[in-house]
């Protein structure tokens, strides 16, 4: 494979369209040629169109939901109005026969375009895929501006799902180039991998082990200069131990053989750690498939593993060591219990002629018993198009259900526990709400940071835990737990920069306890570029759209969360989010509904109660919210008016005095009581 980094796209694309009159470009600016020249489209809203059809399996929509996408802040008829002129100025430009329209639908003719996006998905090879990979040039229609807020939604969740996609398939070239031996080749592919993502870690210092390798020791010290750039600028953290030890083991000219480089453990190696918890992915078995199918079950098994790697609490066997157990005469539990993992995913894709039916089964090695189950289901013409979405809803609902899984598993642990352990056993316990598990989820962490200072997750979920204890008003000095939570998510970030978790936590501690949105905003969304199916960092992502003003992001960011998890066992504790996302809109009854169902799920929870409160007094319900008022001083006797307006982390004074007049006209009592004002005087 010879695959040139930085070339300008040439997919080359069999059959038809090899010879399409138009070429599309919607990695990076938009672009469109016709015969070669650029056919200049200027209107954003034209732009807008054409990249959504090129994206759509059929290139076609309806005009209603063009209409709805591109023209969300518009009336209908106006939205309506609005499309039939785009489409009447772009025939000016393209001609009538790239775009149609009848009366119910617009298409895009996918026969006379190529189309960078859709030629990394329906490449018949894997040189092919990874070539198309090679091309991006930026994210999906990078630069082009406002078009309106539906589609702002959409653009950003297809951006994300389209990086992950071109991260994967360079990720899968670099393992290939790595595997044959073609250091230059890996190199190019893992150079390419930080044009998609300069942050990466691990591959600056894949980059950094190849250039020494192949001789050039000056550009692999350069690489360390740039990983620490990167790291400053996005997370404003430093390398890693790992990669300083690479360094000064590159300066000191130390080769392989001669006192080797230090190598990372291979995954087979680590997910025999007795304390970490692991998982091995089994190849899917496909049923009555033909012989050229039996590729779908090792494509499922190869994706959700290289999904779950990014969850860095995990140590996930790697794909070569676990798929010669299949068919190998062993139960699955019994080739777990070989492989050294505490958790085995086993799958089935059953085929007929018009449909796949995908099966997932997570076991515990332990016992041998099915923790959880799931079934997708697809249309063999669209199988390609939904496997990444089947593998993230998988990878969405395994994260929590391991972690309530580790949580059973160690409470049966008689022993000492280890770091992780501790943790394991911490994280349910903070979402409970109760004040006695939230305080001996407190001692489990601070002992997991003692046993392994240099574990990044404690000290990511000890910030966490103080911000909780702020937002739930447990804390007699709220300044102590405001800094303690923002040096422990410094500490996190020090320790695994590229951690999504801990990324996650840090972005959501600045956001509501030190109202830095922006900083809240980007360690969120690297968190999200990381790992795309952590439902975690979708939910403080839409909490931070809410504190921004931004409550429709706010809840398409919860759509993605609940369909990536929709039997979170931690639902409750992210509900009031989507109270919040309405109450900021102004939508008090639909904000009523969440706040009623988030107080039922944690009825010692004072985020539920806040929004429902406020939407209540905005309904002029003073009676049904005085009951909610009485549970809240209960929960938390400092809460008053003025209280509210200093801590909550509203950006927008419209907001903030929407949301406040609420609360005023519900009855929450304007200042404190001279109690809780004695007691707030002391903690000064």
Not at 102 to 107: C, G, K, L, N, Y
Request: proline share 5%; glycine share 6%; net charge negative.
């Amino acid at each position: 494979m010879d695959l040139e980094a930085g070339r300008p796209w040439v997919a080359t694309p069999s059959g038809a369209l090899a010879d399409a009159p138009f070429r599309l470009q919607l990695f990076g600016p938009f672009l469109l040629e016709q015969g070669g020249a650029p056919v200049e489209v200027k209107a954003r809203s034209a732009k807008a169109l054409i990249g959504y059809l090129a994206l759509q399996r059929s290139g076609r929509a309806s005009r209603d939901k063009l209409a709805g996408l591109l023209w969300s802040d518009f009336p209908d008829v106006q939205a309506r109005t609005n499309l039939r002129t785009c489409l009447h100025n772009l025939h000016k430009v393209v001609g009538p026969d790239l775009v149609q329209g009848d009366r119910q639908d617009i298409r895009l003719d996918v026969s006379r375009v190529e189309v960078d996006a859709r030629t990394l998905e329906s490449a018949a090879d894997a040189e092919d895929r990874h070539r198309a990979a090679f091309a991006w040039a930026g994210d999906i229609l990078d630069g082009l501006g406002p078009v309106s807020p539906a589609f702002e939604r959409w653009l950003m969740l297809e951006r994300a799902a389209r990086r992950e996609q071109v991260q994967r398939t360079l990720e899968a070239a670099l393992a290939d180039a790595l595997a044959g031996a073609d250091r230059e080749a890996a190199l190019r592919a893992a150079q390419r991998l930080l044009i998609v993502d300069p942050a990466r870690e691990d591959t600056h210092r894949t980059v950094m082990r190849l250039q020494f390798e192949l001789g050039r020791r000056t550009l692999a010290l350069r690489q360390y200069e740039l990983c620490r750039e990167a790291l400053a600028e996005a997370f404003s953290a430093s390398p890693s131990v790992e990669t300083e030890q690479l360094t000064n083991a590159i300066r000191r000219e130390r080769r392989e053989g001669e006192g080797a480089l230090p190598v990372a453990a291979p995954a087979a190696a680590a997910a025999t750690s007795p304390e970490r918890t692991s998982i091995a992915v089994m190849p899917f078995r496909v049923i009555r498939a033909d012989r050229d199918e039996d590729y779908f079950g090792e494509s499922f098994a190869m994706d959700i593993t290289a999904a779950l790697s990014r969850c860095h609490w995990l140590l996930v066997l790697a794909h070569s060591a676990a798929a010669p157990y299949r068919g190998g005469g062993l139960t699955v539990v019994e080739a777990g219990r070989e492989l050294g993992v505490h958790y085995i995913l086993d799958g089935t894709v059953r085929c007929t002629p018009t449909q796949l039916r995908v099966s997932a089964e997570l076991l515990e090695t332990g016992r041998g018993r099915t923790l959880w189950a799931e079934h997708f289901q697809a249309s063999r013409s669209e199988l390609f198009a939904l496997q990444d979405e089947i593998t993230a809803k998988i990878v969405g609902q395994l994260d929590p259900m391991l972690l309530a899984a580790e949580f059973e598993r160690l409470a049966r642990r008689q022993e000492s526990l280890g770091a992780h352990e501790c943790l394991m056993r911490a994280l349910p316990l903070i979402f409970r709400v109760t004040r006695p598990a939230f305080d001996e989820a407190r001692e489990l962490l601070e002992r997991a940071i003692a046993a392994d200072p240099d574990y990044a997750l404690p000290y990511a979920w000890l910030g966490f835990w103080n911000l909780a204890a702020c937002g739930h008003g447990w804390t007699e000095d709220r300044d102590r737990c405001m800094s303690e939570a923002e040096q422990l998510a410094a500490a996190a970030l020090e320790r695994d920069p590229n951690d999504a978790l801990a990324l996650a936590i840090a972005g959501h501690i600045a956001s509501y306890l030190h109202h830095d949105y922006e900083r809240g905003r980007v360690q969120i969304d690297r968190a999200l570029q990381i790992n795309p199916n952590a439902p975690f960092a979708w939910a403080v992502s839409a909490a931070n759209r809410c504190y921004s003003g931004e409550p429709d992001r706010a809840l398409a960011e919860l759509d993605r969360y609940q369909q990536l998890c929709p039997r979170d066992p931690y639902a409750a504790f992210y509900t009031p989010i989507f109270a919040i996302a309405h109450a900021v809109a102004g939508r008090y009854e639909d904000a009523v509904r969440w706040g009623r169902q988030a107080v039922r799920g944690r009825q010692n929870f004072t985020a539920a109660c806040k929004p429902l409160i406020a939407s209540l007094g905005h309904l002029g319900r003073r009676d049904e919210a005085g009951a909610y008022i009485r549970q809240l001083l209960d929960l938390d006797p400092e809460f008053c008016i003025d209280t509210f307006r200093q801590r909550y982390p509203f950006r927008r004074a419209e907001d903030r005095d929407r949301y406040i007049e609420g609360l005023r006209q519900a009855g929450v009592p304007e200042h404190l009581e001279p109690g809780a004002a004695a007691r707030e005087a002391r903690n000064v």
